[in-house]
């Protein structure tokens, strides 16, 4: 019986505080505000989330139009080299090589006699391929496909060779007007003539490696699957 009232005599006190808490602007302005902060939570990961996809299709983009300039050009350098099997015109193939947007900068290289002269833009030159290299890494991430190895090993390629003939050309400018020059750890060096022609031997050479990277590419059909992950 004691406890019966007991509790009878509590429950108006409880009831009391329910309306006390109710009746609190402070209270109500707590929870508005918890609610406040949960859907501004929710809002600030979906345009992270959005602004993540955003930047992964960005990049994507970028990648593939860096790709297909690349590719289209060593198409045409392939097409002109083909014109005379037996003559390798190393540096209007390097032209074409270069013709792509991405070498804009450094394309005035296939002037053999002015870019010789000219250090800065070698290492321009040589650092935008390796610029190159990274981009093909990149893009084995960023597409997450199997097959983009193949556009991998197509840019490592035409980098080699572009590099290779680009080598051979100062090699032989240096040689044709009799400007002495010596490789360390290179004895061969010391004959000039047949050291141009080891370059461009090296310089076919790399450039056929090229074309069996661009049939590699080929096959896989990669660069026809890639614009498929061009979506948000």
Same mark, same amino acid.
């Given at each position: ?19 006390? @808490? ?24 979906? /345009? ?8 992964? @299709? ?19 350098? @392939?097409?002109?080299? /083909? ?41 321009? @030159?040589?650092?935008?391929? /390796? ?102």
């Amino acid at each position: 019986m004691e406890i019966t009232v007991r509790l009878l005599q509590e429950e108006p006190t409880l009831l009391q505080r329910v309306i006390d @808490f109710i009746q609190d602007p402070s209270a109500w302005l707590s929870i508005i505000s918890a609610v406040i902060a949960i859907v501004a939570l929710f809002q600030t990961q979906s /345009q992270i989330k959005l602004s993540n996809k955003q930047h992964l @299709f960005d990049r994507r983009l970028t990648d593939y139009l860096i790709a297909k300039d690349i590719v289209d050009s060593y198409i045409k350098g @392939f097409i002109w080299s /083909q014109r005379d099997k037996k003559k390798f015109d190393a540096k209007e193939i390097l032209f074409y090589l270069l013709t792509p947007e991405f070498f804009a900068s450094v394309k005035n290289i296939t002037d053999v006699v002015s870019s010789f002269k000219d250090r800065d833009i070698q290492n321009l @030159f040589y650092t935008r391929l /390796q610029e190159l290299e990274k981009i093909g890494e990149e893009i084995v991430i960023v597409f997450d496909k199997e097959n983009t190895e193949q556009l991998n090993a197509f840019f490592k390629a035409y980098c080699d060779a572009a590099r290779s003939i680009q080598s051979y050309l100062e090699f032989q400018y240096l040689q044709e007007n009799n400007i002495s020059f010596s490789v360390p750890d290179d004895p061969l060096s010391k004959n000039p003539r047949a050291y141009v022609d080891k370059n461009r031997k090296d310089a076919v050479m790399w450039f056929d490696k090229l074309k069996t990277a661009y049939d590699a590419l080929e096959k896989s059909k990669v660069m026809d699957e890639i614009p498929k992950y061009l979506k948000l």
